[in-house]
């Protein structure tokens, strides 16, 4: 069964820090999206990614964020300059039509 | 404005028995989805209501959905240890819009 996958499960990074998540949607999936889990808290969604372009974004996801599709397979979530806050479980999603197909996370621990 | 808001926050049950879990939400939905979540790992799709269902079964999950309420449940018959994990309800307002996920609920199956 297709399933999503993420690179690494588990980064650890110094404040200040770049990073990126990788991520590899199913593959005739058509719309992706990042979401982040603060440890304890809930799911929070980040941004979406439609088309080769972000289609839309929450509060969270500010100029230390950015994504990327490089290629045909990919999709990165890079933080430019890490900060203790953004430790957290970084989740991957992918949809063709509305169920959303989660992949099993990368911790992201800034020390 | 908060959606898909779970209560009970936590559940503690015998195996065999029954666990019900419910979700509120405030706006008009497209769809609503249950998530399973074992701890410190990624998310499982459990099963998508739409808008129009009132009623979705999958093995031993029944989920209902009342949209005039603004509520879902979630029951898990005859349940297993296995089943230890926090239950996620989010929905989804439109199209591929992002899920807006609820705080769980923390299941506790004891053997």
């Known amino acids: 069964e297709p399933e999503v996958t993420q690179t690494p499960s588990h980064q650890v990074t110094q404040m200040g820090q770049e990073v990126i998540l990788r991520c590899v949607p199913i593959s005739n999936h058509l719309y992706f999206y990042w979401y982040r889990q603060i440890l304890g808290q809930k799911v929070e969604f980040l941004v979406s990614f439609y088309n080769n372009e972000i289609s839309e974004k929450s509060e969270i996801f500010d100029d230390q964020f950015s994504v990327e599709r490089p290629d045909g397979s990919n999709f990165t979530l890079k933080i430019r300059s890490t900060k203790l806050e953004d430790s957290a479980m970084y989740f991957c999603?992918?949809?063709?039509?509305?169920?959303?197909?989660f992949g099993p996370g990368t911790r992201l621990t800034v020390l | 404005s908060q959606q898909g808001e779970e209560d009970p926050q936590a559940l503690s049950i015998q195996e065999g028995e029954n666990a019900t879990m419910n979700c509120s939400y405030k706006t008009s939905i497209n769809n609503l989805q249950w998530y399973r979540q074992n701890s410190g790992r990624g998310l499982v799709h459990l099963i998508l209501i739409r808008s129009n269902e009132r009623e979705k079964h999958s093995g031993r999950l029944r989920v209902t959905l009342d949209t005039s309420k603004k509520s879902s449940s979630l029951l898990i018959t005859a349940s297993r240890a296995a089943d230890t994990a926090s239950y996620f309800c989010?929905?989804?307002?439109?199209?591929?819009?992002?899920?807006?996920f609820g705080k769980g609920t923390r299941l506790s199956v004891i053997a």
């Open positions: 999603a992918s949809t063709l039509n509305h169920e959303q197909f």
């Open positions: 989010a929905t989804v307002p439109s199209g591929n819009t992002p899920l807006v």
